[in-house]
């Protein structure tokens, strides 16, 4: 028999809502086509990888030499490490080096990885709700728990409310810039107010939270938006991220942990996330895509098209009379169910099935009384579910 809390968590109807939709939505296409099904449930990035990252894949395709295959520091190759260093330097506007980077099997490998190497039990990681789902998983893996904490009403920084929620329990703080389901971009303003709040808290308490900053749609931004570079504002900040969505590789599964030099006990933590990656079985990140990264990590992408989906997308919701949170960035917005659901976003979107348009409800990313359209999917799909959206509204009674 499997454990007793994991066929709990399976048998959860919150537990992998997203993957649900999505097989939902494969079944759904077999019976009506897939021009007539408005699959909007994951957010699997449908741009292309760039070409310098195609060219470096058919460069190392080419590699036989002797060893090429083989095992490699657990941490990464050491000259990938220092590119992916340049990357960060690039981004935080703080020199970093290899020597702070562990490459590791894409961002939630990253983010098990930091919470084995820092959780004790019962310790606790604070979170801005809405948030990515499987966050609440990741704290039990390792003995800890989420202590969600609402945004404002913008979805920006609530700093107020995550102070009042420091305790002698408090490992860390997670945010997750842009949002994942929100598409929100915490201001440089936000940043520096949380930064504020947990160098005063660390100086009273004696315990210095990490400020872990989950960064996968970092690139992935609209309207002149920039991401803020958390290093320069608060010394204890790691950086969990991945290639998943920025050059569209979610299936090779590479990703990378930056810890922020400044840091007290920086080479402890990225002593600790390596021993970390090696126990939890992923030993290293894969071979062939660490190559590939080192030579395309800085590829240019035209992000442009998410933008048109996003804005085709806001004007049909316009029209069906749907309130949604305007995106900063990412590939998906999150909306509101309508009045007289009464919060009840599993039940809204059950309705909307019957209309053939597949959303995640909002309840599984801590955000009740609201569900995601992820919208990195065909134009096609897009224009097409306008007639899906506003039957189902008129209907709406």
Known sequence: MIAKHI?????????SVIRKMFEEGIALKKQYGDDNVFDFSLGNPDLDPPEKVVKAIQEEAKDISHGCHGYMPNAGYPFVREEIARKITKEQGVS???ANIVMTVGAASALNCVFKAILNPGDEVVVPAPFFAEYRHYAKNHGGSLIEVPTKSDFSLDVDAIKSKLSEKTAAILINTPNNPTGKVYSEN?????AAVLREYGKSSGRIPYLICDEPYRA??????????AFQFYDSTVVVSSFAKDLSLPG??????????KADDAQNLVSGAIFALRTLGCVNAPAFFQKVIAKSWDAEVDYSSYKNRRDKLMAILDKAGLKYARPDGAFYLFVKVPDNFNDDDMAFCDYLKKYLILGAPGNGFGGKGWFRLAYCVSEKTIINSERAFLKAMAENK
């Open 220 to 229: 992935i931004t609209y309207d002149g938006v920039k991401v803020p570079p």
């Open 7 to 15: 066929k709990e968590l399976m048998t959860n109807k919150n537990s």
């Open 96 to 98: 970093v080096s290899g």
């Open 190 to 194: 936000d940043i520096k107010n949380l």
């Open 252 to 261: 090779e599964r590479i990703g990378y942990i930056a810890v922020n030099p």
